[in-house]
């Protein structure tokens, strides 16, 4: 089965925490500190790999998680950092921020490599404390956490053209006649559910990949049949043909159906309403399609369309079309669907100062992800690092903060694994 999108949590490794230590020798009873700093967290790294070819893989395993950085020792050993973890996916894969909708990555190029999420910092070891007031630092920092989030793995197939039009006019029957691809193919409405790639080969130079994509009908920019399967792998092609049933067979009418459809285009992305596109009037084998034909140009020639009318089913006129279309792409420019500077975009996070505080039963939590690191870095049983924390709260307005909500002398205080009574 073809899988083109996915939805999947990744998260970076935490920081080691920074080491308390000092330095022991023999005859020397009291060395000055040397807890070594924590290693970083890995990163989650996406790379593309062209083996791949859907987001299959996905379905079965949602959660990757990187190491985290190893916590600092003594004699100023600095912890190891965490591995990194790749992650990857097939050309063609892009990756957003479910949260934010903002696309982190546009994986296009084989062994391209984006960072996703970035390890945690490690945290710094006692020995970078020490001061000439502050001899002896019982206290070291822990280390960052790694960035966690969930993101949406969308595949854009990688064709150089795209087979467009109407369900049953032919898209598949072209595709097999023109390339080695083996779509299935029947007398019914909606045959291809999944699109298909191949390869055209025109000489030992020269070819291209072409698609053949599920088939649209009216209201497909809103999700309506396959819709937005249909439309988004449209928009990394260079150039559509765009089949119609020119004998009418099914008692369509091919000008109002070329119409559709690229109204279809343009409400769900204008820039694919201005891709160019090749007209192939299908099924000019069937009695009548002669008159048909005739009507369609005097329309759409004027209007600058290059039409050929062909016969899937025969072969007729399907070689001078793909020929004209293999000259035209070398005229035109690559895709391009998002900017360089979003392509590589790595994704961070500001240093976040917000918090929350409620009230659980008599209690006052109070959590943000900086509330949690610094409770994490603070030695309570040492003076200097006490009021460090009592400073750090104070200044950020936690303190404040809980005044306003009507806390109390002798109430308690949550804040993670820490719990104490207020008092001003």
Known sequence: MFIDSARIYIKAGNGGNGAVSFHREKYINKGGPDGGDGGKGGDVIFVVDEGLRTLQDFRYKRKYIAENGENGRGSNCAGKSGEDLIVKVPPGTIVRDEQTGRVLADLV?????????????????????ATSTRQVPNFAKAGDEGQEFWVILELKLLADVGLIGFPNVGKSTILSMVTAAQPKIANYHFTTIDPNLGVVNIDAENGFVMADIPGLIEGAHEGVGLGHQFLKHVERTKLLIHVVDISGSEGRDPIKDFEIINEELKKFNPALYERPQVIAANKMDITGAGERLAEFKEVYEPKGYKIFPISAATKSGLKELIYYVAQKLKELPDTVLFETEEKETVYSVKEDDSYKIYKENDAYVVEGSWIKKLVASTNFNDHESLQY????????????????????????????????????
């Open 109 to 129: 190029h084989a062994g391209q490599k984006v960072v996703i999420a970035k390890g945690g910092k490690g945290g710094a070891g006692n020995s970078h404390f």
């Open 389 to 424: 924390f009592q400073r750090t709260i104070k200044r950020k307005g936690v303190i404040e903060a809980l005044e306003n909500m009507g806390i109390d002398e002798g109430d308690t205080v949550k804040m993670y694994d820490l719990e104490f009574e207020y008092f001003r």
